[in-house]
């Protein structure tokens, strides 16, 4: 499948990883908008969160418990934002489930 996320997974696209487990993901953003900027993808692909389902959907909770833990690790005691964009509207360009981990500076509020 021609997804840039699911090269990523497999190697094939190198990334800076963060955490991996066999189900999930997290990676550096190569175009960071804050100090942490993480990605937390599951490794199986989902096209967005559009396509979460009851079949798919444990892998949801799953990122949120690994966004957490990065979140500490990442000393983010401030305060971070977890996002997902899905659709042309949201400004989704990678269509593979993705939640960004945005964290390190006082965020501006752009929800919309
Ligand atoms: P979206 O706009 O779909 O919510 O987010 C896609 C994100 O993926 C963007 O923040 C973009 O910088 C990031 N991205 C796109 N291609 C790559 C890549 O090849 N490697 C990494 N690490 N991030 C990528
Ligand atoms: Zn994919």
Redesign the pocket.
């Known amino acids: 499948m021609d997804c840039?996320f699911c090269k990523?997974v497999s190697g094939e696209?190198p990334?800076?990883k963060v955490y991996e487990d066999e189900k999930v993901l997290a990676?550096?953003?190569?175009?960071p908008?804050a100090p942490v900027?993480i990605?937390v993808i599951p490794k199986e692909h989902i096209s967005g969160a559009s396509e979460i389902n009851e079949s798919n959907s444990a892998v949801v909770a799953h990122i949120f418990e690994v966004a957490a833990k990065l979140a500490k690790d990442m000393k983010l005691e401030n305060g971070f934002r977890i996002?997902?964009?899905c659709g042309p509207d949201?400004?989704?360009?990678?269509n593979h489930l993705?939640f960004?981990l945005i964290g390190g500076k006082k965020l501006n509020l752009q929800l919309g």
Do not use: E
């Open positions: 840039i990523i696209i990334s800076s990676f550096k953003d190569i175009n908008m900027h990605l996002v997902t964009n949201a400004g989704q360009t990678v993705h960004h």
